[in-house]
Nanobody, 122 residues
Framework: QVQLLESGGGLVQTGGSLVLSCADSKRTFSRATMAWFRQAPGKEREFVSAINWSGSRTYYGDSVKGRFTISRDNAKNTLYLQMNSLKLEDTAVYYC???????????????WGQGTQVTVSS
Protein backbone atom coordinates (compact mmCIF):
# COMPACT_ATOMS: atom_id res chain seq x y z
CA GLN A 1 0.00 0.00 0.00
CA VAL A 2 1.40 3.38 -1.05
CA GLN A 3 1.69 5.81 1.79
CA LEU A 4 2.26 9.45 0.95
CA LEU A 5 3.20 11.83 3.74
CA GLU A 6 3.20 15.59 3.17
CA SER A 7 5.14 18.08 5.24
CA GLY A 8 6.28 21.67 5.10
CA GLY A 9 3.00 23.51 5.41
CA GLY A 10 2.58 26.43 7.75
CA LEU A 11 1.82 30.10 8.11
CA VAL A 12 3.56 32.58 5.84
CA GLN A 13 3.06 36.20 4.90
CA THR A 14 2.11 37.32 1.42
CA GLY A 15 5.11 37.36 -0.84
CA GLY A 16 6.85 34.69 1.19
CA SER A 17 7.96 31.18 0.29
CA LEU A 18 7.42 27.64 1.46
CA VAL A 19 8.63 24.26 0.33
CA LEU A 20 6.30 21.30 0.60
CA SER A 21 7.58 17.75 0.62
CA CYS A 22 5.81 14.47 0.03
CA ALA A 23 7.56 11.28 1.02
CA ASP A 24 6.57 7.84 -0.16
CA SER A 25 7.30 5.74 2.87
CA LYS A 26 6.67 2.50 0.97
CA ARG A 27 9.05 3.42 -1.87
CA THR A 28 6.57 2.57 -4.60
CA PHE A 29 6.04 5.77 -6.61
CA SER A 30 9.27 5.99 -8.66
CA ARG A 31 7.42 5.16 -11.91
CA ALA A 32 4.29 7.15 -11.16
CA THR A 33 3.23 10.62 -12.13
CA MET A 34 3.14 12.74 -9.02
CA ALA A 35 1.01 15.79 -8.48
CA TRP A 36 0.00 18.47 -6.05
CA PHE A 37 -3.58 19.52 -5.57
CA ARG A 38 -5.07 21.97 -3.13
CA GLN A 39 -8.43 22.55 -1.59
CA ALA A 40 -9.67 25.67 0.10
CA PRO A 41 -12.73 25.66 2.36
CA GLY A 42 -15.92 25.47 0.35
CA LYS A 43 -14.09 24.95 -2.92
CA GLU A 44 -13.37 21.99 -5.14
CA ARG A 45 -10.00 20.31 -5.17
CA GLU A 46 -7.78 22.25 -7.59
CA PHE A 47 -4.88 21.03 -9.69
CA VAL A 48 -1.63 22.76 -8.80
CA SER A 49 1.15 20.88 -10.54
CA ALA A 50 2.28 17.50 -11.82
CA ILE A 51 5.54 15.86 -12.81
CA ASN A 52 6.17 12.71 -14.78
CA TRP A 53 8.13 9.81 -13.36
CA SER A 54 11.52 10.94 -14.66
CA GLY A 55 11.03 14.62 -13.89
CA SER A 56 11.44 15.56 -17.53
CA ARG A 57 7.91 16.97 -17.85
CA THR A 58 6.13 19.33 -15.53
CA TYR A 59 2.68 20.84 -15.61
CA TYR A 60 1.21 23.76 -13.72
CA GLY A 61 -2.17 25.25 -13.08
CA ASP A 62 -2.62 28.74 -14.45
CA SER A 63 -2.90 30.28 -11.00
CA VAL A 64 0.57 29.12 -9.94
CA LYS A 65 2.59 29.31 -13.16
CA GLY A 66 5.79 31.24 -12.69
CA ARG A 67 5.53 31.10 -8.90
CA PHE A 68 5.59 27.39 -8.00
CA THR A 69 8.10 24.76 -9.02
CA ILE A 70 7.56 21.03 -8.76
CA SER A 71 10.42 18.57 -8.56
CA ARG A 72 11.13 15.06 -7.41
CA ASP A 73 14.03 13.02 -6.13
CA ASN A 74 13.35 9.37 -6.88
CA ALA A 75 16.45 8.29 -4.97
CA LYS A 76 14.89 9.83 -1.87
CA ASN A 77 11.33 8.87 -2.85
CA THR A 78 10.30 12.46 -2.29
CA LEU A 79 8.23 15.00 -4.20
CA TYR A 80 8.65 18.74 -3.65
CA LEU A 81 6.75 21.92 -4.32
CA GLN A 82 8.67 25.19 -4.07
CA MET A 83 6.15 27.97 -3.59
CA ASN A 84 7.27 31.57 -4.07
CA SER A 85 5.48 34.90 -4.10
CA LEU A 86 2.65 33.43 -2.10
CA LYS A 87 -0.73 35.12 -2.24
CA LEU A 88 -3.70 35.09 0.08
CA GLU A 89 -5.56 32.94 -2.43
CA ASP A 90 -2.92 30.22 -2.12
CA THR A 91 -4.31 29.41 1.32
CA ALA A 92 -5.54 25.81 1.22
CA VAL A 93 -4.82 22.26 2.26
CA TYR A 94 -2.23 20.90 -0.15
CA TYR A 95 -2.31 17.24 -1.11
CA CYS A 96 0.19 15.13 -2.98
CA UNK A 97 -1.08 12.38 -5.21
CA UNK A 98 0.27 9.55 -7.33
CA UNK A 99 -1.12 8.15 -10.54
CA UNK A 100 -0.23 6.93 -13.99
CA UNK A 101 -1.33 9.75 -16.25
CA UNK A 102 -0.36 13.41 -16.35
CA UNK A 103 -3.84 14.58 -15.61
CA UNK A 104 -5.31 17.66 -13.97
CA UNK A 105 -8.32 15.66 -12.84
CA UNK A 106 -8.03 14.47 -9.24
CA UNK A 107 -10.13 11.43 -10.09
CA UNK A 108 -7.23 10.12 -12.19
CA UNK A 109 -4.96 9.83 -9.16
CA UNK A 110 -5.22 6.69 -7.09
CA UNK A 111 -3.09 7.48 -4.08
CA TRP A 112 -3.29 10.50 -1.82
CA GLY A 113 -1.56 11.94 1.17
CA GLN A 114 -3.38 13.32 4.17
CA GLY A 115 -2.71 16.94 3.27
CA THR A 116 -0.77 19.81 4.79
CA GLN A 117 -2.21 23.23 5.60
CA VAL A 118 -0.74 26.32 3.97
CA THR A 119 -1.99 29.63 5.29
CA VAL A 120 -0.95 32.91 3.72
CA SER A 121 -1.61 36.03 5.76
CA SER A 122 -1.39 39.71 4.93
Amino acid sequence: QVQLLESGGGLVQTGGSLVLSCADSKRTFSRATMAWFRQAPGKEREFVSAINWSGSRTYYGDSVKGRFTISRDNAKNTLYLQMNSLKLEDTAVYYCAAGYSSSTNPNDYMYWGQGTQVTVSS
